[in-house]
């Protein structure tokens, strides 16, 4: 993906020529160049409003505070509602997450055991059938017993869909993408607009290492807004179809994500990664 989206960059800002157009492509493209820069990223999709607080180093070191997928959410023992989890990725894909025992792969983290559902049982308040339990068809007379009838089901909606990825993808790589596969770049002022091409779309919607997910469709508009040369924030709405596989087969899922990411630091960023840390990752 990511050497893909350099690629596309590359043949997109070659042929300069001086214009707004061209001065907000380099403005986009100015964080590849910088050492260091943080960030702060709220995403709101169909299922909910998160924050990714990030600080990154041309090292490939990458510190985030973020909720994290399910399966890992509950490996950690943490609840629904805990969205600032300490994490620390070299390069995209490659992480350990803080726990009360020092930085952790997610592979070393134990499984933990999934609860059986609980099972229903007959209550006073259900409702009951009443049995003739000594007479035939059509007779009446003799004992009775009660007899719960099943509960009426229930048509369910599918529940909403988040979605957040164990990866990480950096505001530099979003720009980059975002320089590189627009398919419309309006400038005015200090404000860019514009849409995607359905490649950009997709590499946006999936990040590095998500086997298990496939764009089928995607669409996507962005603004950014510059200050003296630099983007300092940055929106992109994405919408498409996921195939989204899992140990029950391959369904399709409709996703609509919108995030909005401000720049800070930049070039004054630090990024402390703890020894035990540093070396989990450079195995």
Known sequence: MRA??????????????????????IAAMKLTEQPNYSWVTTVTDDARTYTITGRTTPAGFTRVQMPVVNRLRRKLGRGVTDTEIELIFRGNVACVVETPQGWRTPAELPETPVEPAPTSTATATEPTIVVN????????????VSVPLPPPRRATAPLPYSNLQLTL???HEELSLIVGSHA??????????????????????VHDGQEQ????????????RLERGHVVQYRVSLEGVLAVESAGGTR???VR???DTVLR???TTHVDVPEDARGKLSR
């Open 4 to 25: 893909l989206s350099f690629l596309v960059v590359s043949a997109a800002v070659t042929p300069l020529h001086a214009g707004p157009t061209d001065d907000a492509i």
């Open 133 to 144: 339990a000594s007479a035939g068809v059509g007779a009446s007379g003799g004992p009775s």
């Open 169 to 171: 993808s950096h505001p």
């Open 184 to 205: 419309e770049f309006m400038v005015e002022g200090d404000q860019v607009t514009g849409t995607l091409t359905e490649v950009g779309a997709r590499l946006l919607l």
């Open 213 to 224: 997910l496939t764009p089928r469709r995607a669409s996507g508009t962005f603004s950014l």
């Open 252 to 254: 399709e899922i409709i």
């Open 257 to 259: 994500q919108t995030t």
């Open 265 to 267: 630091a930049i070039g």
